[in-house]
């Protein structure tokens, strides 16, 4: 697998027709991620968990963005997904949640359930759905976002996105659930070989509703351009990496 330090700058221009789907793409990172893509150019569909939501994302984008109803920890939702997309070339897993703060003390099992169900498990089911998609086109990508609590060497050493030291092991059940992500996300970009390119993506702390009533933190549109470099890589790009927003490595 083809692996360097810094991806570049510029980002490619879509194949004529590639067609994307964004999980959790009606708000945050995700809404970003899609107005951005539909700039481009790129055929885009939404994948929301409440439809309602879904088209006032795809209102307030102003475009002819699709929407299809999503909840990736159901089965059957991803399986009338895939049905109703049909082809597709770019997979952003975006869909994820984070129910909880604490570390070891305090941390329920039910948190942990919660946030492997969406995050590790429901990637999983999504990713397995639209490989026969993805496996058609010739240019398959598949982007998922992970975060930089996720590196375990991020989590034991000095980094540009995460104080680990201060949260003193907290937010058990979401970071180890992203740190599964990236061991996902190196395993099936092995099984799969060079022509699919799979990626992970550490966005940064940005202002989203991951963590209810949270104001601080940078654009997610600035993270959502690290999502659509990963999504348009040229074919002599990298597989099985961790990736910072900015385009450099991140030590898994």
């Given at each position: ?160 996105q995460f104080d680990w030291e201060r949260v003193k092991g907290g ?65 002599d790009g990298p597989t099985g990496a961790l ?10």
């Amino acid at each position: 697998m083809t692996e360097i330090g810094r991806l570049p700058a510029e980002i490619p221009s879509p194949e004529p027709g590639s067609v994307a789907l964004v999980t959790g793409g009606n708000s945050g990172i995700g809404l970003e991620t899609a107005r951005q893509l539909l700039a481009m150019g790129v055929d885009l569909w939404i994948g929301a968990r409440d439809l309602d939501k879904g088209h006032r994302a795809a209102a307030e984008l102003g475009s002819v963005a699709r929407v299809v109803q999503l909840d990736v920890t159901d089965p059957s939702s991803v399986a009338a997904a895939v049905q109703q997309v049909g082809q597709l070339d770019i997979l952003v897993n975006n869909a994820g949640v984070n129910p909880g703060t604490d570390g070891v003390v305090g941390t329920t099992l039910e948190q942990l359930r919660i946030a492997y169900e969406t995050n590790v498990f429901g990637l999983i089911s999504v990713t397995q759905g639209f490989l026969p998609a993805l496996h058609r086109s010739p240019h398959p990508r598949i982007v998922n976002v992970s975060s930089g609590t996720g590196s375990l060497t991020w989590n034991s050493s000095p980094n540009p996105q995460f104080d680990w030291e201060r949260v003193k092991g907290g937010g058990l059940a979401y970071r180890s659930s992203k740190t599964a992500v990236n061991a996902v996300t190196l395993m099936t970009a092995q099984a799969l070989g060079e022509k699919v390119k799979v990626n992970a993506l550490a966005p940064g702390l940005r202002r989203t509703n991951l963590i209810a009533g949270m104001s601080t933190g940078g654009n997610p549109a600035e993270a959502a351009t690290g999502v659509v470099r990963l999504a348009l890589l040229a074919d002599d790009g990298p597989t099985g990496a961790l990736w910072s927003w900015d385009g450099t490595r991140v030590p898994w």
